[in-house]
């Protein structure tokens, strides 16, 4: 997308869990990275994609015969989605007599964005919210994320973004000038098991948390914490060694929870963490010990 066009998958209003006050979260298409727990799977391809309840489909199939470019094929008697070769035509949409199809993802432009979180300046103004971009990852769209924070910044709006912070250094230097707080997550802080468990190597995102701290940015780090990959007691421990070399001191832990489930489904995509249970607050506090007694601040 161009820096007047982006693709958006969400617009969230009155959200009370992505920074101060109250805020709007704008949700960007298109991530690098490709954790096997995201709760958001339709966010990781960058541009539309179909989506497909099986529950409602009558087996008609008239999205495959409709479709022009062989984007649908059909197995035991259900339709197959390839999102690669769709032309987001919206013709299989429009010819579902069941409602079985819908779309993930707008292309909206800069001003429509703009006008959308506008709406809500009242509600940031009486409880020091603003504005929150989020994703997939925010950087894939950095061009229009970085048009749209300026023009936020100068209407007076608190801001803040939701990030990997997989990005490159340029790109992330200039997109983080108008970003009041950044909401930074760190998967792992092993190399070798934050490549297996994202699929990209964390040395670019340690860098750019660097050059975030340098320009002296709020900070708060988050972790999610996920059952196989990261929960384990010496793995807290880890992140406290590795957080320590960064000199901050406040972390954010992030539960493991099964919400986005079904989307997978609908996404017809593979869930690889289907049958691990969610982590609550209680199953947490050991974990949380590990970082409190290293002298760092955690909170969930």
Known sequence: MEKNTACIFNIQKFSLQDGPGIRTVVFFKGCPLRCGWCSNPESQYSKQEIMFDDTKCVSCLACAAECPTGAITVQNNKPVFHHD???????????CPAGALSMQGQNMSLQKVKLEVMKDLPFYEESGGG???SGGEVLQQAKFATVLLKELKQA????ACETSGYAEK???SDFIETVDLL?????????????????VDPDQIWSNLQIAIAAEKEI????????GINDAIADAQGFCDLIKTF??????????HQFGQNKYSLLQRMYTFEHKHG?????LLPYCDVFLKNGLSCTF
């Open 131 to 133: 504005v929150t971009l």
């Open 247 to 256: 000199g901050l001191k406040k972390v954010q832990l992030l539960p493991f």
């Open 170 to 172: 340029h790109v992330f």
């Open 220 to 227: 708060l780090l988050r972790i999610p914490v996920i059952p």
């Open 156 to 159: 007076g709006i608190h801001t």
């Open 183 to 199: 909401l930074f997550d760190l998967k792992h802080y092993d190399r070798v098991k934050h490549l297996q468990a994202t699929h």
């Open 85 to 95: 070769v769709c032309q987001v035509c919206l013709g299989c949409i429009e010819i």
């Open 279 to 283: 982590l609550y607050e209680d199953d």
